[in-house]
């Protein structure tokens, strides 16, 4: 199972992904700047890809020498829209493994990331085959499209905050914006907030967070079994 960090006991609870080349450190301060109202239970799980060159840092996907190259170059982050990495899929496996190893309701679950780690929180989303009591995608951006085009209904009226900067030098603003209309399109009510700047988490956006959390986990259900199509 990969590896974690974890900080609260509440019944609700926020799992936050690391992006490309960070570790599972990288999104505490977060959770630190944040108050939800009630303690809130923080898991930041840790992608199992080490990557050369970057001390301490992670990947999600991809999963081979050749591709993991090309991302670290960068030089496939501006279009991900026609590529699904298997490692994409595997890497949701093992949030949904954490989650359950944890006994995590997804009803009273947040689930999210940065970057690429946002990628792999939607990926898990749509393919629990429970619903979560919201999503957070932190300058993510579309993959999979013709997956998740066929999967999008699995997130009806599921709660989405989706932030991007629209001067993000590494994941276009207008691939964001692609992943907005695809999530949209399949119900989901999703929250956009844009900002003048580029690969980050503004204090707006944290501030913008902070209340998207609030909200769900005041408002989340009593744990529950229902499934989705």
Known sequence: ???????GTSASSVVLCHGFG??????????NEIRAGEEIRWVFPQAPVALPGYPAGRAWFPRTAF???AFASGSSFHDLAGTDPSGLRESAA??????????????????GGFSQGAM??????????VRFAGIVVLSGSLIAAARWSDLAGRVRDVPVFQS??????????SQAQR???LLTGGGARVTFVSFDGGHAVTPAV????????????SASVPPSTDTVP
């Open 22 to 31: 960070a570790s599972m450190r990288d999104l505490v301060p977060i959770a």
């Open 67 to 69: 591709e993991l190259e």
């Open 94 to 111: 093992e949030v949904l493994e954490m989650i359950d190893h944890l006994d995590i309701d997804p009803s009273r679950c947040i689930i």
């Open 164 to 173: 991007h900067g629209v001067a993000d030098p590494l994941l276009p603003y």
């Open 206 to 217: 944290v501030d913008a967070l902070q209340q998207f959390i609030r909200e769900r986990t």
């Open 120 to 129: 792999v929180a939607v990926e898990t989303a749509l393919t629990a085959g």
């Open 179 to 181: 992943l907005r209309d």
């Open 1 to 7: 199972m990969i590896a974690y960090l974890e900080q």
